[in-house]
């Protein structure tokens, strides 16, 4: 079974290196979510890095757009927050301009100085005293849910584990009611899929409607803090705050779904990504069990590897150049994580996993500069948890079919995975 699986992927990569080993450089659209879906992206982004680093692309289902491909320009962009702009109003951070009514500021989607005022707020949430609070929480939990997995039985380990588990500590950041948790899954999918039929959601009014939901809820519980003493929880810590005690509706709902899809989709996609990595490469399997102390690399070569976000987008504000190309004010700048992650020029042997890396931090998954994840050691700290606990259980957990992968260029990701304990 395994082997047919493997071998069907190969193919379509394959078939997928000489499509784009044979197209046109101007004819390359490599956000096209049908890339990701598939898997297939990985040649696009190699000939890039080679031929055209910093590409054009005139016509695409996002309009017309730059893509950033190699690591050191990536950084370049990033840590260049004076040209590069992450503001909601010109058209935010990913390669999809929301439509001009939907678009929601956060701190993710500001430029300085309200960018850092506002961040700040929530900062507390993830310093080292506070993330030893959360490790016992997350250990109790973790636990718990793999405690009660079924044993020779098929299941999905993308809803059963990651999404459970995430969606837990979703819950315990924000004090949100326990019973009523998995809506914040559901609001994270939907701020992030794309519509169309078939889909999450057909239009991005029925999108909106579900986000207004999640914004009438949220309000309820904000008044609640706000008229309390300061907690120490998400919601609290922006409800006391001067920077963000009087957000208008539109800010309020836009760091909400910053801190859900934050707290979310990345980690719960690394979750599972770090289960397929392992059972794509079983001597890395076999090196973690007998040496668990190697998770403290793991961990960020899984996110390397992983790369739960493909992309951030930025819009010049001036007239400027990258890697000898001119890029005109107002334009869009897709910086490729994924591809970043895969530069032989800074990571060796980039496309395979090494849980023993001399620098497994050398990655770029986190971004960089003043929009680096603020809760990026709080997912490590969930990774190295889980397989913590997974250890103490099991002997291996089998992938039993290849993942179902997410319709998006955005948010790389697993809708399912199946998988079995043995009894």
């Known amino acids: 079974m395994h082997g047919t699986i493997e071998q069907a992927g190969e193919a379509s990569l394959r078939e997928a290196r000489e499509k784009a080993n ?67 109003a010109l058209g935010g951070i990913t390669i999809r301009d929301a439509p001009p009514d939907l678009r929601r500021e956060s701190f993710i989607a500001m430029d300085q100085p309200r960018h850092s005022a506002q961040r700040k707020t929530v900062a507390p949430m993830f310093t080292p005293d506070n993330l030893d609070e959360l490790a016992i929480n997350i250990r109790k939990r973790s636990a718990s849910c793999l405690d009660n997995l079924p044993r020779n039985e098929v299941f999905d380990f993308v809803d059963t584990v990651a999404i ?59 008044k609640e803090r706000a ?64 040496n668990p102390a190697l998770l403290d690399t793991f961990v960020p070569e899984v996110i390397r590897w992983q790369t739960p976000l493909a992309h951030m987008r930025r819009t010049a504000l001036a007239d400027t150049e990258i890697g000898g190309k001119k890029i005109r004010k107002g334009e869009k700048v897709v910086m490729w994580y994924v591809s970043g992650n895969r530069d032989d020029e800074v990571i060796e042997k980039p496309y395979d996993f090494i849980i023993d890396r001399a620098r497994p931090r050398t ?34 957990i089998e992938v039993v ?23």
Not at 266 to 274: K, L, Q, V
Not at 408 to 420: A, D
């Open 164 to 222: 459970e588990l995430t969606t837990q500590m979703l819950a315990v950041l924000f004090d949100f009611p326990w019973e009523d948790r998995r809506k914040l899954t559901r609001w994270s999918d939907v701020a992030t899929t794309l519509p169309g039929p078939g889909g999450l959601v057909a239009t991005d009014e029925e999108r909106m409607a579900e986000l207004n939901e999640c914004a009438g809820y949220f309000a309820k519980l904000w």
């Open 401 to 423: 079919d290849e993942p179902k992968r997410v319709y998006s260029s955005f948010i790389k990701g697993y809708e399912t995975l199946p998988v079995r304990i043995a009894a």
């Open 22 to 88: 044979s197209m046109r450089l101007e004819d390359f659209d490599p956000g096209h979510p049908e890339l990701f879906q598939t898997d297939t992206h990985w040649p696009y982004f190699d000939r890039l890095r080679k031929e055209d680093p910093v590409h054009y692309c005139k016509d695409s289902m996002f309009g017309p757009y730059w893509s950033v491909t190699k690591y050191n320009d990536i950084m370049a962009v990033d840590t260049n927050h004076g040209v590069f702009s992450s503001a909601a």
């Open 227 to 290: 008229s309390g003493p300061p907690r120490n929880d998400l919601l609290s810590l922006m409800a006391h705050n001067d920077a963000t005690r009087n957000m208008d509706p539109k800010n309020f709902l836009g760091n909400l779904i910053l801190l859900i899809v934050g707290g979310n989709d990345t980690t719960r996609n690394t979750m599972t990504g770090s289960l397929y990595a392992l059972h794509r490469h079983p001597d890395q399997y076999r090196k973690l069990r007998e």
């Open 363 to 396: 990655h770029i998954s986190f971004g960089f500069g003043i929009h680096r994840c603020v809760g990026m050691r709080l997912a490590e700290l969930q990774l190295k948890i889980i397989w913590e606990e997974i250890f103490k259980r099991f002997d291996r």
